[in-house]
């Protein structure tokens, strides 16, 4: 391992929390537009972290698909982090959301489906001798 490598590494996940950190605020701005009942039914975002399994693969790859809507209640997530400073809110949150998708990749509950079956067939043709696991995901709606 060398600090270069490592350097690499890190980069990967800062650039994806400046990213999630720079639309928080439009985020903020376009729920506070939704009535109650819909804010009620709004999951929470899917954010993505880069596990080391993808921080360590050659080729780096992506899947996108659609959400299921089954990602928790982000209302719920709001309230749960609410502070009178909105930026420990925006890190508390993200951070959280960064772990239920660690959280989600880790313990492999839903590896039983076509969806993740797929993804991870697709990644051993593509990347043979990685594993299966060394791809991000996305989900949009």
């Given at each position: 391992m060398s600090i270069s490598k490592y350097q690499i590494e890190s980069?990967?996940?800062?650039?994806?929390?400046?990213?999630?950190?720079?639309?928080?605020?439009?985020?903020?701005?376009?729920?506070?537009?939704?009535?109650?009942?819909?804010?009620?039914?709004?999951?929470?975002?899917f954010l993505v972290t880069a596990l080391p399994?993808?921080?360590?693969?050659n080729k780096k790859v992506l899947f996108v698909g659609q959400e299921t809507n089954g990602w928790d209640s982000f209302k719920t997530t709001l309230d749960t982090f609410r502070?009178?400073?909105?930026?420990v809110r925006r890190k508390n949150s993200i951070d959280f959301l960064q772990w239920m998708y660690e959280d989600l990749r880790y313990h492999r509950r839903?590896?039983?489906?076509?969806f993740w079956k797929g993804m991870r067939r697709l990644y051993q043709a593509f990347s043979p001798?990685?594993?299966d696991d060394g791809f991000f995901t996305y989900g949009i709606s």
């Open positions: 980069d990967q996940e800062f650039h994806l929390r400046v990213a999630y950190y720079e639309c928080w605020n439009r985020l903020i701005l376009a729920i506070e537009q939704l009535d109650r009942q819909d804010l009620e039914h709004l999951s929470n975002p399994a993808y921080r360590k693969a502070s009178h400073d909105e930026e839903f590896d039983h489906t076509a001798g990685e594993g």
